[in-house]
């Protein structure tokens, strides 16, 4: 089991900045990739960003590319997501997950562990 817990949400204006973390515990070594995902009211689970439990290899959807930057330290067993250029269409419940299978980052049904996700809202 891989226990997993968000923090860093809140409340910004547009163009406001914001970072997210993903603290890790329990079997940890067994983690292949972590990911985060967000979704909004009345919308499905989408894909945001993912990392290599190595840190050398990083994902993102195109809607966040160039404004949302993922980063781990593993002496803490956290990853980061460095969230610039906010805008509201951001808001959203954000989900840090983990998964020890090197399948399609992007799919949320490939990870196996959730957070209880951290909510991010952007004002215009």
């Known amino acids: 089991q891989v226990q997993l817990v968000e923090s860093g949400g809140g409340l910004v204006q547009a163009g406001g900045s914001l970072r997210l973390s993903c603290t890790a515990s329990?079997?940890?070594?067994?983690?292949?990739?972590m990911a985060w995902f967000r979704q909004a009211p009345g919308a499905e689970r989408r894909f945001v960003s993912a990392?290599?439990?190595?840190?050398?290899?990083?994902w993102y959807a195109d809607s966040v590319k160039g404004r949302f930057t993922s980063s781990r330290d593993n002496a803490k067993n956290t990853v980061y997501l460095q969230m610039n250029s906010l805008k509201p269409e951001d808001t959203a419940l954000y989900y840090c997950?983990?998964?020890?299978?090197?399948?399609?980052?992007?799919?949320?049904?490939?990870?196996?562990?959730w957070g209880q996700g951290t909510q991010v809202t952007v004002s215009s």
């Open positions: 329990g079997r940890t070594f067994s983690t292949y990739r």
């Open positions: 997950a983990s998964t020890g299978r090197p399948a399609y980052y992007a799919d949320p049904r490939h990870y196996d562990y």
């Open positions: 990392i290599s439990w190595s840190g050398s290899s990083t």
